[in-house]
């Protein structure tokens, strides 16, 4: 019976122990999380540049409010259930929280990549874009079917169908201005009809 005692009493030890120190992770994932959002808010009110210090500098893709924001985020979400449902340990908790974190920030990068830059590849056949834009008519255009005509965006060669705005037939090689593009075919003007309304 004298045994039995230290080992109830050391099995309590070690419950008592562990649910410390759930306890103290889960009060930091909560942290976490509630910073991270608080963070987040910060950023969209005031943007990136107002929160950084050195502004001579290119702003880092990685050290920024943002990234703290979703690192703050995946640590939390992730963090918080692992640490009040399961029975890892507790550096196992901390080890995929983290990873959960940098995880959000790979994505959260990847995302507002993609956003930023979604334009670029598209942006020849964005009508508000080539709007106004100088061409060349590479195949003769007729007032009653279409021609051809090409001109350079973003250092590339574009060549699309074009139809005249006037009656006017349009040679190759003239100058022309594009108005709009309907149905995947440039509207066109030549260049000196618009150089003489300038």
Known sequence: MVQEVPRVLRTDRVTLHSLSSLTVLTVVFLIA??????????????????TR??????????????????FGFGFGVVGYPLATRTHLPPWAVLLIAGIAGVATVSGMITLLARWALRGSANA????????????????????????????????????????PI??????????????RIENGIALVEEWAVVEQRL
């Open 33 to 50: 999380f509630i910073v991270s959002l608080v963070l987040a808010v910060i950023a969209m009110l005031h943007g990136v540049e107002y």
């Open 124 to 163: 020849v056949t964005d009508e508000h874009e080539i709007q106004g834009q100088l061409a060349v008519v590479t195949r003769d255009i007729k007032p009653d079917s279409s021609g051809e005509i090409s001109y350079e965006a973003f250092g590339k060669k574009v060549r699309i169908p074009a139809l």
């Open 53 to 70: 210090p050195n502004r001579t500098r290119a702003p880092s893709p990685f050290f920024n409010l943002p990234s703290y924001a979703a």
């Open 166 to 179: 006037s009656a006017k037939q349009l040679p190759a090689g003239v100058d022309v201005v594009i108005d």
